[in-house]
């Protein structure tokens, strides 16, 4: 079992969810890192995936980490490239890589990632859930559009996808952080059931108990939406695309993943919006 653990990305959805659960099992330390790291927890520091003198304090002592890779970025693996060198070089071993079901090993971005950790850690598992429950609730442009217009734009169309909570992706990644033998290269992460938008909307509609609706645009129009929101232009088309992809029914499909790995079922959405409702 390692000894130290760094959590990147660990003041977010999955992250603080994974520091969490590492912790509720004991036997390490866990070290969360982010920009802005909970000044009330004596082990979290500072880490910036733009400053690379961040990375040594970060790595130092660490035998396994939780990789969230900077967003937004066209090429994150300039950035995160020498960060996996150095990590490789301080005797991390173990690396649990967040990516996306939409993203194959290889393709730009983030796939690159993938075949970067694969070729330098000797136990590498790279997590690709599907979309996050969360992006319905809290500071996620799709939920400021629910509260604010009660609708939910997409370029989907009727294609449905594998809607996931982000503690189901963190109590998988804490397994894959501390099983005693790597638990798989890749794992294909959703949750229980494959629902369109307008399904989304409908179990929206319900828990919140006033109609939300969900508005088909086309994927220019939704790149379009992208840009005025102040996304690059480059970013917006990837975005939009990605809404194609659901849109040809690429992603409509569930695995049993997260049971097989943790021993417990994914939470539904049904179920997500009550506790998230019930927390108000
Ligand atoms: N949302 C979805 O539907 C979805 C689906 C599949 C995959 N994903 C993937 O999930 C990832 C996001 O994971 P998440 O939702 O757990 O995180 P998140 O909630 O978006 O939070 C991002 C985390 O990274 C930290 N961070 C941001 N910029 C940083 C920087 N420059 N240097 C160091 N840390 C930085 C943030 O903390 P500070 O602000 O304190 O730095 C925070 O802890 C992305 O890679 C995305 O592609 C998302």
Redesign the pocket.
């Known amino acids: 079992m390692p000894d130290l653990i760094l959590v ?9 969810a994974v520091v969490a659960g590492l912790r509720s099992r004991g036997s390490h330390v866990v070290r969360p ?5 909970d000044p009330a927890d004596p082990d979290a520091l500072v ?4 400053d690379a003198t961040t990375f040594a304090a970060a790595l130092r002592g660490a035998t396994a980490m939780y990789l ?4 937004g970025e066209a090429d994150p693996v300039s950035t995160v490239g020498p960060f996996l060198e150095l990590a490789a070089d301080q005797g991390v071993r173990r690396v649990v890589l ?5 993203i194959e090993r290889g393709e730009p971005g ?1 796939g690159e990632i993938h075949d970067v950790i694969a070729g330098k850690f000797s136990e590498a598992t790279v997590l690709r ?4 429950m ?2 319905f609730v809290g500071d ?1 442009p799709v939920a400021h559009s629910i509260r604010e217009s009660r609708e939910i734009v997409t370029a989907t169309g009727v294609g449905r996808l594998g809607f996931i909570d ?1 503690d189901d ?1 963190a109590a998988t990644a804490v397994e894959a952080l501390l099983a005693p033998e790597p638990v798989g290269e890749e794992l294909l992460l959703t949750g229980p059931e494959s629902l369109s938008y307008a399904d989304a909307a409908a179990i929206l509609s319900e828990v919140l108990g006033h109609h939300i609706r969900h508005v088909d645009v086309s994927p220019a129009e939704r790149a379009s939406q992208f840009t005025a929101a102040g996304l690059s232009e480059e970013f917006a088309g990837v975005l939009a695309a990605l809404d194609e992809r659901i849109s040809a029914g690429e992603q409509d499909f569930v695995t049993t993943t997260v049971r097989d790995v943790t021993g417990r079922p994914p939470t539904s959405l049904r179920d997500f919006l009550h506790q998230v409702h019930l927390r108000r």
Do not use: E
């Open positions: 990147t990305g660990a003041t977010g959805n999955t992250g603080t890192a982010s920009r802005r790291p880490f910036d995936w733009a969230v890779a900077p967003a967040l990516s996306s079901s939409a983030l859930p599907s979309w996050f969360q992006n996620h982000a992706i």
